[in-house]
């Protein structure tokens, strides 16, 4: 019927659906930004890999933590799309590192710092990315 419209498809788990996405997201932007490469290398050096790995690792502990329906595996589900996406992928944080722009870390690796805080759930890794790109998370030169 011309000009009818459909109804919207919607998830029945949007959260989950967001959590699957940040998992992958966090994890890339993470080690493109701290390690400064794309993700072709840090896929390919097994030391970088197990780090990328394990950063998922955490987001999927802390959103299980908050009730999220992943399973516990789940971050090596996102190592295959690592594997799977072209070599020359990076992030946009990495991006903005590099223009000296305003970092998204508060909100990728911090966020995950914060939430597993509120639910007792360790995140040393992504709280070692939010350290150290601490003085670069406001843009400019810091020197």
Do not use: C
């Not at 997201?25 to 701290?34: A, C, P, R, Y």
């Not at 933590?65 to 789940?74: S, T």
């Not at 594997?83 to 903005?96: E, F, N």
């Not at 995950?112 to 990315?129: F, H, M, Q, S």
């Amino acid at each position: 019927m011309p000009g009818r419209r459909h109804p919207a498809e919607l998830s029945n788990d949007i959260v989950r659906e967001i959590w699957q996405k940040y998992v992958f997201l966090v994890g890339l932007s993470g080690t493109t930004t701290t390690i400064r490469k794309t993700i072709g290398p840090i896929r390919s050096h097994p030391q970088t890999r197990a780090f990328l790995l394990d950063v998922m690792r955490e987001v999927v502990a802390v959103g299980r933590a908050h009730g999220v329906a992943l399973p516990e595996d789940y971050a090596q589900v996102r190592l295959q799309l690592a594997d799977d996406v072209s070599p020359g992928m990076t992030s946009s944080m990495h991006h903005d590192l590099q223009r000296g722009n305003r970092l998204e870390v508060r909100w990728l690796a911090g966020g995950v710092v914060e939430l597993g805080k509120a639910k007792g759930v360790p995140t040393p890794l992504n709280r070692a990315i939010a350290d150290i790109l601490a003085l670069h998370a406001e843009g400019g030169s810091h020197d």
